[in-house]
């Protein structure tokens, strides 16, 4: 069986698209940014099918309901939650508009889907064991796919009162937590207010949640008068920053402007095998680091990735583990030793890193069929990681990621994807002359 971490996610969607079943499609609109091509999104041990907008088509959820026996209503359910989780990871709204269901997985008319990426690679998915963190995200989801400005107040709201049930506990959280938000159009938001009304939770609480709930308060709104429309347009930044917030605090799922300011998040499996205490010894250059030991699996699978593409070496082993200036340098080798790796891992600023054309090597050996073939695997890897791919370490007992590296930004040199193709041209035209005889 293939491992997760090395399926061709669009080849999958293609063999899966054939199959026959009880399918369920969900037609889909908003500010995610959808593939460009069909791929699967592995998400709680099944498959979803990620299909972009055509012609005339919309951008669908294709799901095999059948294959894992369940229904279409429990297939529906499997959709939205996998949409909920988009939604969060993207930090963009994410709309189910339309249904269908059939043995086979129909599209569905209307092209809405205007915002498309190469690759969906699922890495940002949330997925917390609780069932109310799964609430709080649905409610979250709903305020930003909703064009009901007044629903949109409301669901973000009831985010927040989710989490903080008691009310006069949620008015201090409020209070609390207005110093610190994020968003720049509610911090705009939040000044405004603060300069003219006395309490700013009390106004989100009485003018704003109560205001859309109940037209028995003193104060409600009137969805046909355009002042307070505008008003309630103008407050919802801010109930969006503190929904968000409180999740985030909660449920310590990270929003994507988060995951993008914290440190460590590429390298979480090597700062489990080095330790905490380890760590600050080796941070601190302690001569406590002497005889101390780092456990670290027997054996993994180095994988170049950019987007969909990905080129593997498997069963590769740890060798020396060496201190330079920045931290741990690993070095990694093949079970024929044909193939080294070296890879620094920094310390202080908990980020794993590769240079492409000097931390990788290939050992020379006589012509043969063989030796071209590990030639050509070793220039596609190595191109791949040139072109803003990066390297990935996985645990292949345990089928868990070790560590990353960013996207690689070459510095200072040239791409050049026609003379790359021409080298493997060559080489697979010299391979073919040797096995010809």
Not at 309 to 331: K, P, S
Request: with cysteine; aromatic share 10%.
């Amino acid at each position: 069986m293939v491992k997760p971490y090395l399926r061709d996610l669009r080849a999958d969607a293609d063999a899966l698209l054939n199959q026959r079943g009880l399918w369920v499609v969900a037609g889909v609109e908003g500010g995610v940014a959808w593939p460009k091509v069909s791929q699967v999104v592995p998400f709680e041990g099944m498959d979803f099918i990620l299909r972009p907008a055509g012609d005339e088509l919309m951008a669908t959820i294709a799901f095999n309901a059948g294959l894992y026996g369940l229904n279409v209503m429990q297939g529906q359910a499997r959709i939205l939650k996998l949409a909920t989780a988009m939604s969060w990871g993207d930090g963009g709204s994410l709309a189910i508009t339309s249904w269908v269901s059939g043995g086979h997985p129909f599209g569905l008319g209307d092209r809405r889907m205007r915002i498309v990426r190469d690759f969906m690679s699922g890495d940002d998915l949330p997925r917390p064991a609780e069932e109310e963190a799964w609430v709080a995200l649905a409610l979250f989801r709903e305020g930003l796919a909703s064009k009901n400005v007044f629903y949109a107040f409301l669901s973000f709201f009831k985010v927040i009162a989710s989490i903080h049930r008691d009310g006069r506990r949620r008015g201090d959280w409020i209070r609390a937590s207005l110093g610190f938000l994020d968003a720049e159009d509610a911090i705009k938001r939040r000044d405004e207010l603060q300069a003219g009304v006395p309490d700013v939770a009390d106004y989100l609480f009485d003018e704003g949640r109560n205001a859309i709930a109940h037209a028995e308060k003193a104060y409600f709104v009137n969805p046909d008068e355009p002042v307070d429309y505008e008003r309630i347009s103008l407050d919802i930044p801010v109930v969006r920053n503190l929904a968000e917030m409180a999740i985030e605090e909660q449920y310590k799922l990270l929003r994507r402007r988060t995951r993008y300011k914290t440190k460590g998040l590429d390298v979480v499996g090597f700062k489990e095998a080095v330790g905490p205490e380890l760590w600050s010894l080796l941070l601190n250059r302690s001569p406590d680091v002497e005889g101390r030991n780092i456990e670290l699996p027997d054996s993994v699978a180095v994988v170049a990735r950019r987007d969909a593409q990905l080129h593997a070496y498997e069963g590769m082993r740890f060798g020396t583990i060496g201190v330079d200036e920045h931290g741990l340098r690993f070095l990694l080798t093949s079970p024929d030793e044909a193939v080294q790796f070296s890879l620094g891992l920094n310390l202080e600023k908990e980020e794993l890193g590769f240079e492409p054309l000097e931390d990788m090597g290939l050992a020379r050996e006589p012509e043969s069929p063989e030796a071209i073939e590990r030639a050509i695997k070793f220039l596609r890897f190595q191109f791949c990681i040139l072109c803003n791919g990066r390297v990935e370490l996985w645990d292949e007992k345990l089928n868990t990621l070790l560590g990353a590296t960013a996207g690689y930004l070459p510095v200072n040199m040239m791409i050049n994807p026609d003379g790359f193709n021409e080298q493997i041209a060559k080489l697979k035209a010299r391979k073919a002359e040797l096995t010809r005889g």
